[in-house]
């Protein structure tokens, strides 16, 4: 089972540019979500779903959007690209019955520049 | 009140010692405690989970105690040894709410 897969696992982007992060699971799981990881600064959320079409913003939405036009993929789209996006971003499912594992890809190092 | 503050930020322990790392959280609607891992490369897993309904929960070398009172909980791990060095992220969230709010993270080394 391939589980949640996250594409690119590296990039490069200078400043201003745009790119798509990609996540598809294979779990059938309604709920998605989207964390940053910062070196020391734990995990954020950034966007979340709990369908198809369905998405909320989590702590720290700016800069970012999401879309979820069906259950297995969730996109987050970066418009303009600044340093301060320079992170690991980590997408994750979880079926949505409490006490059961979200399951997380293997993260995209993203530098901007 | 949707923070959870983890501690110490990092931690070096000999091989069989006992590491401890610790979470406290201030939102009482918390209702489920999960632990996470996560070795360099990859994204976190789940370790360990409780809920505030009990106050120590084994499995295996990991033993999370839960103190509801003062709303705190912490990971321990036995005989600890090199595999064990990870990132470990405590955890808390809400039913319902189905939103896992995470620690700092606590960066643990296990030297030979």
Redesign the interface.
Known sequence: NAG?TQTPKFRILKIGQSMTLQCTQDMNHN?M?W?RQDP??????IY?S?GAGITDK??VPNGYNVSRSTTEDFPLRLELAAPSQTSVY?C?S?R?I??T??F????TRLTVV | QQQVKQSPQSLIVQKGGIPIINCAYENTAFDYFPWYQQFPGKGPALLIAIRPDVSEKKEGRFTISFNKSAKQFSLHIMDSQPGDSATYFCAASIQGAQKLVFGQGTRLTINP
Not at chain 1, 40 to 45: E, F, N, P, Q, V
């Open positions: 949640v709920y979500y964390y020391g600064m734990g995990l954020k959320l979340y709990v989590g702590e980590f994750a979880f949505g409490q006490g594992e979200a997380f890809g293997q993260g």
